[in-house]
């Protein structure tokens, strides 16, 4: 496995990803179509930018197109001030491979070892087993439940948290 910024080439996996009523049914539903060229060339510039890390799951580097997913680390601020937020993404035929933890322990490491980010947050739906299940193994600790908004929906979720330089197991 390895990760690649995301590319203006990644429409595709982004509509798999994002436009799918399954795979976005912890965040609100799916999102328009239309909406994925335009998001996807953002999202590109920012990880050019290394303004956030945008990366796309590749299980195999023999096939660098053939992407399993996403997982992000990005900035932004909250009511209670700037965070540094993680969230990832693994579709459907690649699920229960552990891609998903190997991907965010890797972006994880990365952000230890190039002391970024400072303290990490993740926010999966209450309801996500799986994702839920990542944070705990890698070092996450559970903070609260919380509700935030993601496009325009206000999602029941778990808070956790950890610090990369001392929390990653």
Not at 87 to 101: E, I, T
Not at 123 to 140: D, E, Q
Request: a negative charge; aromatic letters at 6%; one cysteine or more.
């Amino acid at each position: 496995m390895q990760l690649r910024n995301v590319s203006p080439g990644d429409v595709d996996a982004y509509v798999r990803m994002r436009c799918d009523p399954a795979m976005m049914a912890d965040l609100g539903g799916p999102l328009p179509r239309e909406g994925m060229a335009d998001k996807v060339r953002r999202d590109a510039r920012q990880a050019a930018a290394d303004l956030a890390w945008l990366k796309m799951i590749v299980p195999d580097p023999a096939t660098p197109d053939l992407v399993a997913g996403t997982v992000t680390i990005w900035s932004h601020d909250t009511d209670d001030g700037p965070i540094s937020e993680i969230g990832w993404m693994v579709l459907p035929d690649f699920q229960g491979q552990g891609l998903g933890k190997r991907a965010v322990r890797t972006l994880l490491q990365q952000a230890r070892d190039e002391d970024r980010w400072d303290i990490v947050h993740a926010f999966p739906a209450t309801s996500n087993a799986a994702s839920n299940g990542i944070c705990r193994s890698v070092g996450f600790r559970f903070v609260s439940e919380a509700s935030v908004t993601f496009a325009g929906q206000v999602l029941k979720t778990n808070h956790w948290v950890m610090d990369p330089r001392t929390d990653l197991v």
